[in-house]
C-alpha cells in the first residue's frame, strides 16, 4: 500500500518560514519524481516544486528564490522548505510522487497559513 504523508504545515505570519516534509512508503521512492503542488481556495491545484530521481529541480516563478525541495532517498522523504512566504502561499500543501506518468500517488495535504 503507498502512502504519502506530509507534515510541517501550519500559521505563520508573513516573512516566516515553515518546512513541509513528505514520508512515502510502499514505493521504491528513488525512482520517483517527487513534486509538492498547493491549492488555494476557489483556485486550481499548481505545481509548486518538482525534484527528480537525479536530482534536478524546477520551481514555479513565484516561489523561486525562496522555496527548496530536497530528498532524502535513505530515508524516503522529501521536504520543501519555504521562506520569506507571504500571504499569497496560502493553501493546502500536497506530496506527489510520479513514474514517468504511469504511476501516481498523492498525499492528503497540510494547511500552510500565512498571515499578513
Known amino acids: 500500500q503507498v502512502q504519502l504523508v506530509e507534515s510541517g504545515g501550519g500559521l505563520v505570519q508573513a516573512g516566516g518560514s515553515l518546512k513541509l516534509s513528505c514520508a512515502a512508503s510502499g514505493i521504491i521512492f528513488s525512482i520517483f519524481a517527487m513534486s509538492w503542488y498547493r491549492q488555494a481556495p476557489g483556485k486550481q491545484r499548481e505545481l509548486v516544486a518538482v525534484i527528480a530521481s537525479g536530482g534536478w529541480t524546477n520551481y514555479v516563478d513565484s516561489v523561486k528564490g525562496r522555496f527548496t525541495i530536497s530528498r532524502d532517498n535513505a530515508k524516503n522523504t522529501v521536504t520543501l522548505q519555504m521562506n520569506s512566504l507571504k500571504p499569497e502561499d496560502t493553501a493546502v500543501y500536497y506530496c506527489?510522487?510520479?513514474?514517468?506518468?504511469?504511476?501516481?500517488?498523492w498525499g492528503q495535504g497540510t494547511q500552510v497559513t500565512v498571515s499578513s
Open positions: 506527489n510522487a510520479n513514474r514517468r506518468g504511469f504511476l501516481d500517488y
